[in-house]
């Protein structure tokens, strides 16, 4: 059965950093597209990043672009997310997905497979 769980999350004072980590099982992801999204309460999922399949070209939101980064492990299967120069506004809940091809990177629909989120507390 395939499955995303993510890693890293936790309590960090605003300016500091955190690795998460997304470690997919079941199937490989060589082949598709794997994102991170994320969403604070009372907000819609938001996306933060995104790999693609072939070559590994990145994308980031705006909010996060000089700050975050993302990369991927294929011989681990493994997604991650380095997030730098942590803000308040970066709290929320970090969902790792993967699957497909779709341009439409920053969209959730176009992704198929779901991890169960880990926590981000950024304190001021």
């Known amino acids: 059965q395939e499955q995303l769980v993510e890693s890293g999350g936790g309590l960090v004072q605003a300016g500091g950093s955190l690795r998460l980590s997304c470690a997919a099982s079941?199937?490989?992801?060589?082949?598709?597209?794997m994102a991170w999204f994320r969403q604070a309460p009372g907000k819609e999922r938001e996306f933060v990043a995104a790999i693609r399949w072939s070559g590994g070209t990145t994308y980031t939101a705006d909010s996060v672009k000089g700050r975050f980064t993302i990369s991927r492990d294929n011989a681990k299967n493994t997604l991650y997310l380095q997030m730098n120069s942590l803000k308040s506004d970066d709290t929320a809940v970090y969902y790792c997905?993967?699957?497909?091809?779709?341009?439409?990177?920053?969209?959730?629909?176009?992704?198929?497979?779901w991890g169960q989120g880990t926590q981000v507390t950024v304190s001021s």
């Open positions: 079941g199937r490989t992801f060589i082949t598709e597209n």
């Open positions: 997905a993967a699957g497909g091809r779709s341009a439409s990177f920053n969209n959730p629909r176009s992704y198929t497979y």
